[in-house]
Each structure stands twice: as structure tokens, then as C-alpha cells.
């Protein structure tokens, strides 16, 4: 219709094609010589109709917005851009400047744009994206870890399972001490005649039996 938007009488009997059945009534309720042009047509349907208008939201509403407590990045973002969306006129120079001031002072994207400021929404919408998928990332890791913590460990105690029948070195089992593997760089009997006469030191029980037997 915008090839005919000159043509006023064209305008107004086109105009009612789009109407649901309570803007019909309306518009067939019309008397007749009330309207006398295609402007005064609309004028008068968005007076009618004004109550089903949504009302724009003030700069205001913008600015006030902060990140609440526990609010992660992604629901945040949607809301202010959701606002911004719902302000009249121009305003993405002051959308993009205040958006890191609803975040925490130690955020890490309010840190980033202190230090690389975008100069339009696209700008904005990098970092943001860069961060939620941070977050998401850092949210699913935490869902594995506590699932990793919440199984036994199958060397502990609380494991159900089967120990497995041969000792590693390194690992004890429930009930048993920790095995140890020493490598002396000296001959045994050097070393015992170092730490003879030392406090700890117990010479070792003498072997039972006939020593021409032994291997």
C-alpha cells in the first residue's frame, strides 16, 4: 500500500482488511463524515485502542538495572537487553556505556570492558557471548565434579566392589598398611653400621634354623 499512500479514499477502504472483530465493530460503528481523512482514520483507531498500546519504558528503567545476587550472566544480559528493546528513541550509546555498570566490581566482562570499551551494541554483544559460554562451561564443570566427588573412591573404605587380589606398589588396601619400596644406593651392612647406635634403630631378629639350608 505504500505505492498509494496519496490516494486517501484508497487508504481508508483498504484499511478495515486487517481488522479483528472488535476493531470491525468499531470501525462499521463509525458515523458516517466523522472521518475525513486517512490520518484522522488512525487517530482515531489508536485513540479508541489506546488502552491495548504497550507503554514505552524510561531511560530510567535502563539505568536502575543491576545483576542480582546469584543471577547468572545469561539471564542478566536478557534482561537489560529486553528494557532496551522496550525504550523509545535512541539510545544505545547510553545502553552500551551503563551496561557493566549493573555488574559486580569483579566480574570478570566488567573488568574486560573497563579495559576494551565497545562503542555499539554489536561491540557489546561479543564479550557477552564470550562470557555466557564461559559461565555455561563453568557451570557444567561443576555438575561433573560433584558428580566425580559423589562416587567411592575404589580404593577407600566405602567402596563396594571387588578389590582386586594383586597389591600395587603405592596403593594400600582397606585394612592393610601403605607398601614401600626402598632402593639403597649403599651395601645393607654399611648402612646398619651407620645407624646402629641411633634410638630407633632394632637389630633384626636372627633367623631359626640351619644357616647351611638358607639361599
Known sequence: M???SNNEALMCKVFPSSLGPVAMRWFDALEEGLVGSFEELTRAFGAWFITCSKVPKPLDALLSMAMREGETLKTYSDRYLETY??????????AVRTFKMGLPVEHGLRKSLIMKAAIDM???MDPID?????EEDQIQS??????FQERKDPWGVG??????KRDFPGHALPGRAPLVNSLFKEPVHQILEKIRNEPYFRWPNKMSGDASQRN
Open 2 to 4: 505504500a505505492v498509494h
Open 85 to 94: 528493546n522496550e525504550i523509545d528513541g535512541d539510545v544505545e550509546d547510553v
Open 142 to 147: 561443576k555438575g561433573k565434579t560433584k558428580l
Open 159 to 164: 567402596y563396594q566392589g571387588h578389590y582386586p
Open 122 to 124: 554489536r561491540q557489546l
Open 130 to 134: 564470550k562470557y555466557k559460554r564461559v
